[in-house]
C-alpha cells in the first residue's frame, strides 16, 4: 500500500517562500504530484516528478528524491491567492492510482 | 488542456433515495476514471476505479452494492450512491486519464466535483 505524511498547517507572508515537505511508504512508487485545492473546489495539478531532482514552473517547483522517499513543493514570492490547501500524490506503478496525503492548509498573511 | 465535467454540481436528497453523478471527458477518451470522495477539511480518498467496458474495481471498505460505478463509453462514467443517508453527504470527484497519450505516465484530470447533501 501507500501512505503519504505532510503537514497539516503553514503559514508564510506575502512575498515569502514556503516549502511543503512529503514523505512516502510506497510499492511500486512511480513518481510523485502535487495539487492544489481552493476551498470548496476541485484539485488542480501543479507538478509531477517521476525522476529525481528539481522540476519548475514558474513560480512553484517540486522536488524528488527517491533514495529518501521524500519531495516538497516549493512556492516563491507567495501571493494572498497561494491560500489553499496542497496534496501530494504518490502514483502507483502497479495500478496507475494516485493515493493523496493528508494535505497541508497554507495560509498566506500580508 | 483536457477538460472533465461534473453533473450535477450539487445536489440535495432526502434519506432513502438515490443520486446519479455523472462525470465526462469532454476533448479525450477515458479509458479509466476515477472516482474520490472529500469530507470536509480531509484528503481525496479513492473510492473506486472505473474502466470502460469492465467492472469497477473497488477499494477496500467501499460497499459496491451501495457505490455503483457504470463506465459504459470512453468518455462516461456515473456514480450512483444508492439508498443515501445522511452520512454519505460528501464531496464526489471524478478523474480521467487520457488512455490515448503516450508514456508510462498518464495525467489525471479532475472534473469539478458534486457537492451532495441527504437530509
Known amino acids: 500500500g501507500q501512505s503519504l505524511e505532510q503537514p497539516s498547517e503553514v503559514t508564510a507572508v506575502e512575498g515569502a517562500i514556503v516549502q511543503i515537505n512529503c514523505t512516502y511508504q510506497?510499492?511500486?512508487?512511480?513518481?510523485l504530484s502535487w495539487y492544489q485545492q481552493h476551498d470548496g473546489g476541485a484539485p488542480t495539478f501543479l507538478s509531477y516528478?517521476?525522476?529525481?531532482g528539481l522540476e519548475e514552473t514558474g513560480r512553484f517547483s517540486s522536488f524528488l528524491s527517491r533514495s529518501d522517499s521524500y519531495g516538497y513543493l516549493l512556492l516563491q514570492e507567495l501571493q494572498m491567492k497561494d491560500s489553499a490547501s496542497y496534496f501530494c500524490?504518490?502514483?502507483?506503478?502497479?495500478?496507475?492510482?494516485?493515493?493523496f496525503g493528508q494535505g497541508t492548509t497554507l495560509q498566506v498573511k500580508p | 488542456g483536457a477538460v472533465v465535467s461534473q453533473h450535477p454540481s450539487r445536489v440535495i436528497c432526502k434519506s432513502g433515495t438515490s443520486v446519479k453523478i455523472e462525470c465526462r471527458s469532454l476533448?479525450?477518451?477515458?479509458?479509466?476514471m476515477f472516482w474520490y470522495r472529500q469530507f470536509p477539511k480531509q484528503s481525496l480518498m479513492l473510492m473506486a476505479t472505473?474502466?470502460?467496458?469492465?467492472?469497477?474495481?473497488?477499494e477496500q471498505g467501499v460497499e459496491k452494492d451501495k457505490f455503483l460505478i457504470n463506465h459504459a463509453s470512453l468518455t462516461l462514467s456515473t456514480l450512483t450512491v444508492t439508498s443515501a443517508h445522511p452520512e454519505d453527504s460528501s464531496f464526489y470527484i471524478c478523474?480521467?486519464?487520457?488512455?490515448?497519450?503516450?508514456?508510462?505516465?498518464?495525467?489525471?484530470?479532475f472534473g469539478p466535483g458534486t457537492r451532495l447533501t441527504v437530509l
Open positions: 510506497t510499492s511500486g512508487f512511480y513518481g
Open positions: 478523474s480521467a486519464r487520457d488512455g490515448l497519450a503516450g508514456g508510462p505516465y498518464n495525467e489525471q484530470f
Open positions: 500524490a504518490g502514483l502507483s506503478s502497479n495500478t496507475g492510482k494516485l493515493i
Open positions: 516528478n517521476a525522476l529525481d
Open positions: 476533448d479525450f477518451q477515458a479509458t479509466t
Open positions: 472505473s474502466n470502460e467496458g469492465s467492472k469497477a474495481t473497488y
